[in-house]
T-cell receptor, first 116, second 112 residues
Framework: SQTIHQWPATLVQPVGSPLSLECTVE??????LYWYRQAAGRGLQLLFY??????ISSEVPQNLSASRPQDRQFILSSKKLLLSDSGFYLC???????????????FGPGTRLTVL | QKEVEQDPGPLSVPEGAIVSLNCTYS??????FMWYRQYSRKGPELLMY??SSGNKEDGRFTAQVDKSSKYISLFIRDSQPSDSATYLC????????????WGAGTKLIIKP
């Protein structure tokens, strides 16, 4: 069976510090990978998605970046955190499917980031 | 106007009641409609999905899509305290393998 891991679970960082959040998937190959941010009462905001190693698409301009150094590893980074970067960060994966299929996404446990 | 509108609640009902959760949308190209359940401080998990219009039933849960009104619903029968969670709707178009458009989520509280 497939599992998705995220760490750390919680993180408190000062403004201007760097960030690195890691996500790994087990039990599947060549998944689509996603980074979301969830703010209270605002649903999920897609930040990045990746369809393969080194292939990253950004949905929202920001001071965050993402990388996919290995097939089942997805990293979210920042060089200098802002107060507005606080939130609940979720990693998700989905199988690569043909256009005639729905796109079920499976989520990790999330990282709660507080920037002070 | 947001592509998907969902009342954030909270919606509080007594145990055993029938719950109705709803989303409206503006993009007529949406074909896949999903409901995710999210417990506090956890990632969302897929509860049900439907393709195009109609109803789909799974145990105590029924998902309904009305494409003519651009309106989807999730009904929960015989609600239990364990159903207390945030329910998010999500949608995608036919040819999208990546993009889910999400509602804000409705917080549901089932009182024992």
């Amino acid at each position: 069976s497939q599992t998705i891991h995220q760490w750390p679970a919680t993180l408190v960082q000062p403004v201007g510090s760097p960030l690195s959040l890691e996500c790994t998937v087990e039990g599947t190959s060549n998944p689509n990978l996603y980074w979301y941010r969830q703010a209270a009462g605002r649903g999920l905001q897609l930040l990045f998605y990746s369809v393969g190693i080194g292939q990253i698409s950004s949905e929202v301009p920001q001071n965050l970046s993402a990388s996919r150094p290995q097939d089942r590893q997805f990293i979210l980074s920042s060089k200098k955190l802002l107060l507005s970067d606080s939130g609940f960060y979720l990693c998700a994966w989905s199988a690569i499917t043909y256009k005639s299929s729905y796109n079920e996404q499976f989520f990790g446990p999330g990282t709660r980031l507080t920037v002070l | 106007q947001k592509e998907v509108e969902q009342d954030p609640g909270p919606l509080s009902v007594p145990e055993g009641a029938i719950v109705s959760l709803n989303c409206t949308y503006s993009n007529s190209a949406f074909q896949y409609f999903m409901w995710y359940r999210q417990y506090s401080r956890k990632g969302p998990e897929l509860l049900m999905y439907t393709y195009s219009s109609g109803n789909k039933e799974d145990g105590r849960f029924t998902a309904q899509v009305d494409k003519s009104s651009k309106y989807i619903s999730l009904f929960i029968r015989d609600s239990q305290p364990s159903d207390s969670a945030t329910y998010l709707c999500a949608m995608s178009v036919w040819d999208s393998n990546y993009q889910l458009i999400w509602g804000a989520g409705t917080k549901l509280i089932i009182k024992p």
